[in-house]
């Protein structure tokens, strides 16, 4: 069955977009200086031959997605290289329908056999993970060009007025559940009209400064915070997220109570864990968290949540981690590739998933990277009372209103298609 206002893509390209960092992030094992962001544009066509523009992007964290010992470069240029790959084959995708209908079809068909084949030329085999980064910027492009098409918000389109298939193709549910994804689309599951503002989680590098006495001089004098209480003041941050290393219980320990002594005094409220997939044995976490709810009780109760401790290859390193949820909910990140995994990882202990947007709004690190955006969306790009503001984004597509912004962009690597 198919609808009139099914699309199928006819044209792609693909920018790579540097980006400097002012001062280093440091989570897990690595420290990160520098981001590629490779941004996309879709040209999709409709039936009756109408066509539209889409644009998504998002930055190649390298050692996020591909954590290794192998050279930083040597793993920066794969993934560039696999969103070319990724131009050429998404300018030559055959399917009609829905962007979460086609979607969903290149990620269980297409991009398995593409990675398989590009690893096959490689010595070092880029992981799913990077993958899946890669091809989320030409899966947001698809949504923003469809939206743009029919001159609606993407988000009024997950229902049975545009889709063709409804959530049982793409879900099964729990274990033992009564219910059934039958009828239903994933609009019945999203909160509209969506919120015009929402609290923003100010990231806590694990080379972040929190007092003067770490200032050598080196800092950048650029008129931005260095430190984190200027931070908080300055943004009226009420929430902050603690990345830690996972493999020194004693230094895990005393940066959560350093970072939480910051917040109470700056007036912030909540603080998360992040342990970027270093720790093995969840006593790691459970010790910490007793640890600071008897000398801490305050900072414990500030505690939300705690987001991936372990390992993100979650068929391969199948953890009990039933302690640590007992204390605190325990999301995941880099392990939920897909609703199969966040199910597994429900029947290991896990609460749920850490579903959230981040990596392209950390103020410390990239404060001017999105200057030409910030004209036009200010309130995202500048957090006030804790607050991001969301109103700026309207119209079709997600509303990023492109032709008002006055970004100039490179030479695109790729192009593809019509």
Known sequence: MSRDTDVRVRGAALHFLPVTTRVPLKFGTE???EVTCARVRLRVEDRRGRSAEGWGETPLSVQWVWPAEVPYEVR???LRDFCGVLARAWADCPLPGHPLEVGHAFLEEALPELLEEFNGHRDEEMPWLAALVCCSAFD???????????????????????????????????????????????????????AGHLPAWHLVGGKDLLAADELDGSEPRDGYPVLLPDWIERDGLSCLKVKLRGTDPAWDYDR????GGLAVAGGAHWLSADFNCTVTDPAYVDEILDRLMTEHPRLYGMVLYVEQPFPYELEEHQIDVHSVSARK???MDESAHDWRLVSLGRSLGWTGVALKTCKTNAMQFYPEASAAEAAVHPGIYRRRQGQIDLTSLTGSGFGYAVERIARPLPEPAVVAGG
């Open 31 to 33: 420290t990160l200086t």
């Open 76 to 78: 920066h240029q794969a």
């Open 140 to 194: 947001l492009a698809l949504h923003d060009a469809f939206g743009v098409l029919h001159g609606v918000p993407v988000y009024r389109t997950y229902n049975e007025r545009f889709l063709t298939s409804d959530l049982s193709r793409f879900l099964e549910p729990a274990e033992g559940a009564t219910c059934s994804f039958a009828g239903r689309f994933p609009e019945e599951y999203l909160v509209l009209p969506r």
């Open 256 to 259: 959560l109570v350093r970072v």
């Open 329 to 331: 909910p325990l999301f």
